[in-house]
């Protein structure tokens, strides 16, 4: 046999350095041995639009969904120092997850080989369930989506891990039977080595390298991309400089005159979209005196409805939104729409917004996903934008507002709850802003603790009930949900916060319930959720 991928002459000659997972030695051989099995020749030393663009010293086989990569260059007289290398890529793969979980490595030993005919030599070989590369992706809706994320991704490993990505399309796989746009992309890293953690410069090189990739996205297409991205990017806490640098460096990417256009549209896409998307702590227009405070409206239209004429009534002047204004509820879009009109309102990104623009967690519980189905299928790309434009916090002089807890990185996926108040507490008076609004629990409830430390005290407010804001120490304040309560009040809850007296009022309001209840029937969504609505559970 013509060796262009060495193979084995036993399954002795394999050597599986840790878990071996599906694949013992035993299978290795038949697959690397098979008469099916297939040499990749030709997606090695080429670079075609369509494929990868491997070195030529590259080695690909495929067998039945696996590929088996290793490297001419890296093969080596000894074993020790062949498995010294591909231990260090175990280890990496142990501590990051960059590579598919079925990725494993492993030595094989060949008689002869290209450094002396005469030895055996020991290569380290990778085998990878088969993916489809990003490279692959002709389709630009899928594609600026999916790099996108290769993009949040690689910079999240940068960031949190310390580990750098070479950010081409060809070296980030995903699951060949992956449904576009539905789950949370599982994208992996194809490439083995890694680098130094990315700078902005990087990032910036590499998105403006697609730019004439596909020649035929147009400006708006770019400018929706950018804005995407924004939105994607904004959990992982670029700071407002951060994303000036960033734009900077994208403008000074040298390109071709007739790609500018592209490129200033995506300048722009990634610029603040709109006024509501205000982290700045500047107020939009007017100083607000009262303000209505709203968490998790669960596309409940019934109950935004009764809140928003409620708190008119009690003339607000202003909102601050809190976040999960979809998933679970029948009317995602009307709500969206009806807070959209609403004046002087501000508001933050909860976890469900996020997953109706981004794809669903992994392990998110049933009916949620079943209702965020349903959500992705009926936004717009105007109420898809308005998601999009919430931070995942806004700070004021003396306030932040988060839809999960202010010490969660991503801000909207932590709740706050017993066993970390005191973290979060401290973690207020640590810095400026001593005040938090948040949500996610979808129960009123205040928690504080005085300046200097000490004990903590929780006040669960009933209707009406009136909370002092002037006392020094930091404070966490959850007006309730407006759309699925669950402290057994079925009635929708806010809260008014009163700037001028620093004082903040919860509030309930009853809605009929009976016809969201029919609403969530009418769109097909689980009996569990309309069942909720009534228990306040
Ligand atoms: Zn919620």
Same mark, same amino acid.
């Given at each position: 046999m013509d060796t262009w991928f060495p193979r084995p002459d036993s399954p002795d000659d394999l050597h599986t350095l840790g878990p071996s997972g599906e694949l013992g030695p035993g299978e290795l051989f038949d697959h690397l041995t098979s008469p099916a099995a297939i040499e990749w020749r030709d997606k090695v030393g080429v670079s075609s639009p369509a494929d990868g663009s491997a070195k030529s010293s590259t080695r690909l086989l495929s067998s039945r969904r696996w590929v088996f990569k290793t490297d001419t260059s890296q093969a080596s007289l000894d074993m020790v120092s062949a498995r010294a290398g591909l231990l260090e890529l175990v280890a990496l793969a142990n501590r990051v997850e960059l590579w598919h979980p079925d990725k494993r490595w492993f030595l094989l030993r060949t008689r002869s080989g290209p450094l002396d005919p005469a030895r055996e030599h020991w290569w380290p070989v990778s085998v990878c369930p088969q993916l489809r590369s990003l490279r692959e992706l002709r389709d630009w809706a899928t594609f600026s989506e999916r790099w996108a994320q290769v993009?949040?991704?690689?910079?999240?490993?940068s960031v949190a891990d310390r580990v750098g990505l070479d950010l081409g399309p060809a070296n980030f796989g995903l699951s060949l039977d992956q449904q576009a746009g539905v789950t949370d992309v599982e994208c992996w890293y194809l490439d083995d080595e890694t680098?130094?953690? $990315?700078?902005?410069?990087?990032?910036?090189?590499?998105?403006?390298? @697609?730019v004439p990739e596909w020649p035929d996205v147009d400006a708006s297409g770019w400018c929706t991309f950018g804005s995407y991205l924004r939105g994607l990017l904004e959990p992982l806490q670029l700071q407002p400089r951060r994303w000036l640098e960033l734009r900077e460096r994208i403008a000074d990417v040298p390109l071709a005159p007739r790609w500018h256009p592209q490129r200033g549209a995506l300048l722009q896409g990634l610029g603040r979209p709109r006024a509501i998307a205000n982290s700045s702590g500047v107020w939009p227009r007017r100083s607000p005196? *009262?303000?209505?405070?709203?968490?998790d409206i669960h596309a409940n239209l019934d109950a935004l409805e009764a809140v928003i004429d409620d708190a008119e009534r009690e003339r607000i002047d202003s909102w601050l939104l809190l976040g999960d204004v979809v998933g679970y509820g029948p009317d995602p879009s009307a709500c969206i729409r009806l807070l959209d009109e609403l004046p002087e309102l501000i508001g933050v990104r909860g976890n469900h917004d996020h997953m109706a623009c981004f794809g669903l967690e992994r392990g998110? %519980?049933?009916?949620?996903?079943?209702?965020?189905?349903?959500? @992705?299928?009926? $936004?717009?790309? *105007?109420? @898809?934008?308005? $998601?999009?434009?919430?931070?995942v916090e806004l700070r004021g002089p003396d306030w932040l507002a988060v839809h999960g807890a202010p010490i969660d990185? *991503? *801000?909207? @996926?932590?709740?706050?709850?017993? $066993? %970390?108040h005191r973290a979060n507490l401290e973690h207020l008076l640590a810095g400026s802003r001593p005040h938090c609004f948040h949500g996610h629990t979808h129960v009123p409830r205040v928690v504080r603790m005085g300046r200097s430390g000490g004990g903590i005290e929780i006040i669960d407010p009933a209707a009406g009930v009136v909370v002092d804001m002037g006392r020094p120490g930091a404070m966490l304040i959850n007006p309730g949900s407006v759309g699925q309560p669950r402290d057994g009040d079925p009635r929708a809850g806010y809260a008014i916060w009163d700037r001028v007296e620093r004082s903040v009022q919860f509030r309930r309001v009853a809605y009929d319930v009976a016809h969201t209840r029919a609403r969530l029937r009418d769109e097909g969504l689980p009996e569990t959720l309309a069942a909720r609505l009534a228990l306040g559970r």
């Open positions: 993009i949040g991704f690689a910079l999240e490993r680098y130094a953690p $990315l700078e902005l410069e990087d990032v910036a090189q590499a998105i403006i390298a @697609r005196q *009262r303000t209505a405070v709203v968490a998110i %519980n049933e009916l949620a996903r079943a209702s965020l189905l349903h959500t @992705r299928a009926r $936004l717009d790309a *105007r109420e @898809r934008d308005f $998601l999009l434009a919430l931070p990185p *991503r *801000r909207f @996926r932590a709740y706050v709850y017993e $066993l %970390n």
